[in-house]
């Protein structure tokens, strides 16, 4: 069965790999499954027929015969479960992998993008300039935290996972903003996930969307 994707027609990121579609295309290219993207504008995500598939209106979806997913984590996770690659075959080291998942999602993305709708929507506020250091502060304390866990691995439990996929997709969001390189530990290890081969060819496809040129690899 045919895998389809949503993806936007116009990348609000400009092509930098942070719509989330991206973290998608990645699960699919590690785990080596064909899929097609069918692009919608903004207007057509309010529309009946896509909020048949994503009842918010968002991107991306997953569909595949009669099954029909939204929220990236739910749907990374499918991939996961249902193709090797992603997950680990002990049954702990699985159970840790996604629970790493959950805490990318739920612990760690959360104060980041506080940080991005401080940034984007509340700069012209009278107490900007003091919310957002208080907001910064949250995403330094996770960060700490994450940067104490890591250490020197390479990955977060051992062999690369659902869980480094998606914990490196949200940190990437502060690539950036300089924070993240206050932890040179992790900006070492969003540079090991943008150096998969898979995740360079899910940068491409989503990049060659915002530009209209097919991907080179």
């Known amino acids: 069965m045919t895998i389809t994707i949503t993806a936007f027609e116009r990348s609000p990121d400009g092509g930098k790999g942070l719509a989330r579609d991206t973290r998608v295309r990645w699960a699919l290219e590690e785990v080596g499954q ?25 991107i991306p979806t997953y569909e595949e015969g ?15 479960e249902r193709h090797a690659g992603l997950l680990p075959g002990d049954a702990n080291a699985r159970a840790r992998a996604i629970t790493w998942m959950f805490a990318a ?33 949250r995403v330094r304390d996770r960060l700490a935290k994450l940067s104490g866990r890591l250490g020197d691995a390479d990955w977060l439990d051992g062999a690369f996972s659902a869980g480094d996929l998606m914990m490196v997709s949200v940190l990437l969001r502060l690539k950036s903003s300089g924070i993240l390189d206050e932890y040179p530990n992790l900006a070492a290890y969003v540079a090991r996930g ?10 491409d496809a989503q990049l060659a969307v915002y530009t209209g040129k097919p991907p080179t690899g």
Do not use: C
């Open 105 to 137: 999602l739920n612990t760690v993305e959360p104060p980041i993008l506080e940080r991005e709708t401080a940034r984007l929507l509340e700069g012209d506020k009278t107490w900007y300039g003091e919310r957002l250091p208080l907001v910064e502060d």
């Open 66 to 80: 009669d099954l029909a997913l939204f929220e990236t984590g739910a749907i990374v996770l499918h991939i996961a």
């Open 34 to 58: 064909p899929y097609e993207v069918r692009l919608v504008s903004f207007h057509a995500m309010k529309e009946p027929a896509h909020q048949a598939l994503h009842p918010f209106g968002q």
């Open 194 to 203: 943008e150096a998969r081969p898979a995740y360079k060819r899910a940068f």
